[in-house]
């Protein structure tokens, strides 16, 4: 009798105890799926939070058009910015909205920028844009030289003649010079300096016939094209942008009373490179089409980027008497209505500073 409820009791024992085991087995397996969340939430966090190893100020990130998520991904850890394994950036790219919304381009980097702000300059789109200026009184020569060494502009005009460029922006047969709006200019990764080149001529086209509108309309040109011209004589004449008014006050006049504008801006223009800093008795005779002093009315093109503010100068003169000007060796100049008030003026500013 007692041998049976011993059996009976050890056969009840043994499934309670395998039940146990299956039960510790059970949260061991628990504990360390746990312990794994939790380490890999923590992981992620610490991911999301370590700034990216920006090496100097100023680094900036490429993604060429057409790259996937992991080729975003590779390329960080090849350029040693993430060694982070791609399921954390997926992971992050997930959580974020944005695995298939990152766009191509060239991306700021700044010390301490985290993965986080990175993915989601990338969704928006955030890249990075940098400045050119092309500044007023330029040539056409200068401007290119600018757009050439402007960083990562794509350079579509080597190679390519004056005539050719001005075909490709659509005006075939016209001189460059002074039709671009001098101003500064945003570009991104990828625009051309052809692109800045068809910017700046939109934007001067449409200033010029706004401003020849509203002109005045007593005035001697005849032509917005004309009104271009001019204001790049006026441009050159004075860096003072209170008396582009009075030179083309003084211009207007001489205009319509038939005499030479006698401008030194433009001989120089016509000198070319023959010009070496200083304009001499024979370079006011010699006869070139943008010699003022030997022709009447105004040159071909014109000699520089005229500013807004020269054009609506010259589209509303100042009123006068003035023929005349000199300039003082400040910068500014002496207005005058008589040669002889002029002549005057020369032998104080010019003549007399030569002697002193």
Do not use: C
Request: charged share 20%.
């Amino acid at each position: 009798m007692n041998q049976a409820r011993f059996l009976k009791t050890t056969a009840l024992r043994a499934p309670q105890a395998g039940n146990a085991v299956v039960r510790v087995l059970l949260l061991v397996i628990v504990l360390a799926i746990a312990a794994a969340i939790v380490w890999a939430g923590i992981t992620y966090l610490q991911f999301t939070r370590t700034p990216l190893a920006v090496r100097s100020p100023g680094q900036t990130l490429e993604i060429a058009k057409g790259e996937g998520f992991n080729g975003i991904v590779k390329q960080l850890r090849d350029e040693q910015l993430s060694n982070a394994p791609p399921l954390l950036w997926r992971a992050l790219a997930w959580r974020l909205g944005v695995a298939s919304k990152l766009h191509a381009g060239e991306y700021a980097l700044a010390p301490g920028m985290t993965p986080t702000v990175l993915l989601e300059n990338m969704a928006a789109g955030r890249v990075l844009h940098r400045r050119v200026t092309l500044v007023d009184g330029w040539t056409f020569a200068q401007v290119r030289q600018a757009l050439q060494q402007a960083p990562r502009l794509a350079h579509q005009l080597d190679g390519l003649s004056d005539a050719q460029v001005m075909a490709k922006l659509g005006a075939p047969g016209q001189s460059p010079e002074g039709e671009f709006m001098p101003d500064t200019y945003d570009y991104v990764l990828g625009m051309s300096d052809l692109d800045i080149l068809a910017r700046a001529h939109k934007a001067m086209q449409t200033f010029l016939a706004q401003e020849w509108a509203e002109r005045d309309k007593s005035i001697w040109i005849q032509q917005p094209y004309q009104a271009l011209i001019l204001a790049s004589l006026v441009e050159k004449e004075t860096a003072v942008p209170s008396e582009l008014p009075r030179i083309a006050g003084v211009f207007e006049r001489r205009l319509k009373l038939g005499m030479k504008l006698d401008t030194d801006p433009s001989v120089i223009f016509g000198m070319g490179a023959a010009y070496t800093g200083k304009i001499h008795k024979v370079d006011l005779e010699t006869d070139t089409p943008y010699n003022t002093y030997v022709r009447a009315g105004l040159p071909p093109t014109p000699i520089a980027l005229p500013s807004r503010a020269a054009i609506h100068a010259v589209l509303h003169p100042a009123a006068g008497d003035a023929l005349y000007f000199v300039a003082k060796g400040d910068g500014t100049h002496e207005f005058s209505a008589t040669l002889a008030e002029q002549n005057a003026a020369v032998k104080k500013y010019i003549l007399g500073k030569k002697r002193q």
